[in-house]
């Protein structure tokens, strides 16, 4: 059973921060990729933040790099999303997602990714 869980997401003001979180199950996730996306209605998939198996090396977009940290917990098999400073224009449904692969390409493209979560929403006003 593959599957992928988001929680965390929630209301906040601007200037606040959020802790999502994603756990994995049903493959192997210390040899995945993992990325978070985010889209809101009338906007493109976007690519917020992403982690190599390998190295655990990192990539964010230049809106959110400095204010977010991606990590990960191989232990227990859960992906994390640090959000600090969001802004209103953060008001994105965001999604987790996994691919069974050594490395991604960065920013992450949402066709290479076979596992998605829900989504948890975020809400910054």
């Known amino acids: 059973h593959v599957q992928l869980v988001e929680s965390g997401g929630g209301l906040v003001q601007p200037g606040g921060s959020l802790r999502l979180s994603c756990a994995a199950s049903g493959f192997t996730f210390s040899g995945s990729c993992l990325s978070w996306f985010r889209q809101s209605p009338g906007k493109e998939l976007e690519s917020v933040a992403a982690i190599y198996s390998v190295l655990s090396a990192t990539y964010y977009a230049d809106s959110v790099k400095g204010r977010f940290t991606i990590s990960r917990d191989n232990a227990e098999n859960i992906l994390h999303l640090q959000m600090n400073s969001l802004k209103p224009e953060a008001t994105d449904m965001y999604y987790c997602?996994?691919?069974?692969?050594?490395?991604?390409?960065?920013?992450?493209?949402?066709?290479?990714?076979?596992?998605w979560g829900q989504g948890t929403q975020v809400t910054v006003s």
């Open positions: 997602a996994a691919r069974a692969f050594l490395q991604c390409r960065v920013p992450s493209v949402g066709s290479d990714f076979g596992i």
